[in-house]
């Protein structure tokens, strides 16, 4: 009898070492699924043992490692720390080098960002504006706008950023109201997904796109907007393009896309 447990006990423990080696091995085969992993297992382990958030961990690498008033060395420090420390959702500098092309490209005076975070896009969309040039970026988490303000001001890019508190759906129908746009040159969408088409729907309807206005869509293929791409890649208002890249930080597909509103 006593055999007989042991054995059944031995070859439990064994199975879950089997089972516990196939997931790592498929952890690590996946860079989504290590990061799946590194978000809702590492982040909440961390939070808790160091009592801080992972936007608090950021903005203190980038007091650490940047220089005040240097946009470019506070950009290289948070894309340090992500690459070495902890995965966080930046743009990232890959796609962040194709923000910067297209940024320059278009030369805005006036710019929106939806999804500031910690303000690692908002630092390189501003690094980038003319003088008089303004960025308006919404962020509806009142913690993580806070660090956003602070890593903006380090950067020294403050008088070009106004950080908007509070949710895209409510903010797009006050910009004229309270920001005296008449309409933007460039918009860079990178909040939660499944807003991309409700929030450009109401750009238009509220009048904020002229022809010539560029939207720029994050993470269109991870974790992907389908249904963005649908309305946008089929709309005769709009010239589309999409600049292959990878999530931010990983060797993950992902891409921009790049929309030419044509009134
Ligand atoms: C992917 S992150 C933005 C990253 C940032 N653009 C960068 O590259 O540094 C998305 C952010 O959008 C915010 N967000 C999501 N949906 C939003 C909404 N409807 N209105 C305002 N902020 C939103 C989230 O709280 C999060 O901080």
């Known amino acids: 009898m006593e055999c007989c447990c042991l054995t059944v006990c ?68 948070i894309d340090h720390y992500c690459k070495h420390s902890e995965w966080a959702m930046n743009v990232g500098d890959e796609k962040g080098s194709i923000l910067d092309s297209v940024v320059s490209e278009v030369n805005p005076s006036t710019v929106l960002e939806l999804g500031t975070y910690c303000g690692y896009s908002a630092v390189r969309i501003a690094r980038l504006l003319s003088p008089g040039s303004k960025l308006i ?44 746009i008449t309409s933007f040159d460039f918009i860079f969408l990178d909040h939660w997904k499944d807003r991309y088409v409700p ?6 309807e509220c009048g904020l796109l002229r022809k010539g206005t560029v939207l720029l869509a994050d993470n269109v293929i991870c974790p ?29 597909e992902d891409g921009l896309e790049k929309s030419i509103f044509l009134g």
């Not at 790592?24 to 801080?52: D, G, H, P």
């Not at 929030?199 to 238009?204: A, G, I, Q, V």
């Open 10 to 77: 031995v070859g439990t423990v064994a199975l879950l070492f089997a089972l516990l080696w196939w997931f790592v091995r498929a952890l690590n085969r996946s860079s989504f699924w290590v990061l799946m992993w590194n978000v809702f297992i590492i982040e909440q382990l961390r939070n808790k043992f160091t009592q801080t958030t992972r936007p608090q961990r950021i903005l203190k690498a980038v007091q650490k490692n940047a220089t005040k008033g240097d946009p470019d060395s506070v950009i290289s420090a």
């Open 137 to 180: 970026t919404v962020e509806f988490n009142p913690a993580i706008a806070a660090i956003a303000k602070q890593i903006i001001a380090y950067a020294g890019i403050q008088d070009k950023v106004t950080l908007v508190e509070g949710s895209s759906g409510d903010l797009i129908p006050k910009m004229k109201e309270c920001f005296g």
């Open 199 to 204: 929030d450009t729907k109401l750009l238009e």
């Open 224 to 252: 992907g907007a389908p249904e963005y791409l649908k309305y946008i890649r089929n709309n005769r208002r709009y010239e589309s393009r999409y600049y292959p890249a990878h999530l931010e930080y990983t060797k993950v």
